[in-house]
């Protein structure tokens, strides 16, 4: 495609070098507004997309070039490759009809949030490199927390991954189980460290055993109650059963436990306030939580 549908200026084609400034404002402005025209045409008409994705496997890999290009290309021409070759490849995740795995991560609202969080490209890892991220974050954490029902003792941060989160969980976990030996002296030697979660668990779980070096074998999967029921949270019993068959020399961690409603990796509890909980964040780890459950 050589320019936009909308009646917005065209900005000017631009071959560069990559010594070259990319894109001047006033282009840039031009741009925006020209995909963000595209962007509420998206949202307003997609359920007139399929939902999945109708290409083979390959077919997207097969039109894109072998080699890194040497030189930029015309915005218009980008947005050109864009329509033609990445969109036939999106399943449409905001489609009405997508009912896999989760839905409803996005919203009119947050892409615009997002528009301004990308145009700052704020390096938010410590106070000083952003204060308004580090203070917008803690008291969006309290909110999560309140909401979950979780105790005002728990803090927590934004990871990048459900997989990051899982494998944090369990090193926190291990740490706190081994009062600070893992973390300054590692796992050799000490005795074996067992992580309980739900037999419908993401295998982030036990991958995240794996990098921590617990061992995916030192996973331990429980039942989860009646699928019907709402509470699809681990069944308490199997999981008495589980730890008390671990022998004197063993260890407890904690329960890794998922944000996703859909998700069955829920932690079990048996206060039911606390049940509530279950399939509540990664907020903080488990070791309270499997104390009180296996204590
Ligand atoms: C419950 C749950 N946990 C963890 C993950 C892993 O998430 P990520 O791919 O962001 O690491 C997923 C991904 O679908 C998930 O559904």
Known sequence: ??????????????ILSIEEDPMDFEDFRGHAHSFSDWMADYLGSVETYPVRSQVRPGEILDKIPLACPELGEPMVEIFDDFQKTILPG?????????????????????????????????QCMLWETSPAATELEQRMMEWLRDLLGLPVSFVGSIQDSGSTS???????????????????????????????????????VEKGARIAGLGSANVRKIAVRDRLEDESTMRLDPLRTAVSALGLGLRRTGLTKGLNPSDRAGGAHPKPHRRRTARGALLNLGHDTATKVAG
């Open 166 to 204: 899982n494998l944090l969980a369990i090193i926190a976990a291990c740490d706190k189980a081994t009062k600070g030996r893992a973390s300054r002296e590692g796992l050799a030697g000490g005795p074996p460290l067992i992580v309980y979660a739900s037999e419908e668990a993401h295998s982030s």
């Open 90 to 122: 999106i399943t449409h995740w905001q489609h009405p009809k997508f009912f896999a795995y989760f839905n409803g991560n996005s919203s009119p609202p947050s892409v615009l949030a997002e528009m301004l969080t990308a145009t700052l490209a704020a």
């Open 1 to 14: 495609m050589r320019g936009y549908a909308s009646g917005h200026r065209e900005p000017k084609p631009t």
